[in-house]
């Protein structure tokens, strides 16, 4: 089946560290997407990175699609970068589309 | 551009009622779907909508439903709530290529619901 695995579940950083958070995901998905949940539960756009290198700010993400893995990585981190991240996958298949999500990368900043 | 705005925020419902929550999706956005996230399950896709039908379904119960309008807005409806229907109900707008694939969606701030 359609597969989406997120590696580390937990982080605990001091602010000022880096980070790099990974993906990997089976060869349904054709194409992915990055999201930090807020304490409210609000998914914050990140990333739509089928292929390549993106960068915003301290964030940047790769998506390898032939090694079906993607890494997001952030520099310099701060206590608000404290969350959840998840990586999606999106699949279309027969005419049906879903995001398919991974379990989510828990991360917390401490000052 | 405004996004994707879920009514209402926040609801508690006894077991047995019915609820149903609305979604507004970014102007000029057809495609809609739902997603149910919970700490077991995690987020799941419910389904999604497009020209006011349903594309697709994920692996929940017919008490699960939903609609489109006309202008893209959707609801979902739940019937018979149980205890284990409490989760954090999103919706997501995109839109839909010519061939069907969707582009990247966007998320509203979610509808938490908590069956008493």
């Known amino acids: 089946g359609i597969q989406v695995e997120q590696s580390p579940p937990d982080l605990i950083l001091q602010e000022g560290a880096n980070s790099t958070l990974r993906c990997n995901f089976s060869d349904s998905v054709n194409n992915l997407q990055w999201f930090h949940q807020n304490p409210w539960g609000q998914l914050i756009n990140l990333f739509y990175?089928?292929?390549g290198t993106k960068q915003n700010g301290r964030l940047s993400a790769t998506t390898v699609a032939t090694e079906r893995y993607s890494l997001l990585y952030i520099s310099s981190s701060q206590t608000t970068d404290s969350g959840v991240y998840f990586c999606?996958?999106?699949?279309?298949?027969?005419?049906?589309?879903?995001?398919?999500f991974g379990a989510g990368t828990r991360l917390a900043v401490h000052p | 551009k405004a996004g994707v705005t879920q009514t209402p925020r926040y609801l508690i419902k006894t077991r047995g009622q019915q609820v149903t929550l609305s979604c507004s999706p970014i102007s000029g956005h057809r495609s809609v779907s739902w997603y149910q996230q919970t700490p077991g399950q995690g987020l799941q896709f419910l389904f999604e909508?497009?020209?006011?039908?349903?594309?697709n379904k994920g692996n929940f119960p017919g008490r699960f439903s939903g609609r489109q309008f006309s202008n893209s807005r959707s609801e979902m409806n739940v019937s018979t709530l149980e205890l284990g229907d409490s989760a954090l109900y999103l919706c997501?707008?995109?839109?839909?290529?010519?061939?069907?694939?969707?582009?990247?969606?966007?998320f509203g701030p979610g509808t938490r619901l908590t069956v008493l």
């Open positions: 990175i089928p292929s």
């Open positions: 997501a707008s995109s839109f839909r290529a010519s061939g069907g694939a969707i582009n990247e969606q966007f």
């Open positions: 909508y497009f020209s006011e039908t349903q594309r």
């Open positions: 999606a996958g999106l699949t279309f298949s027969g005419g049906y589309n879903k995001l398919i």
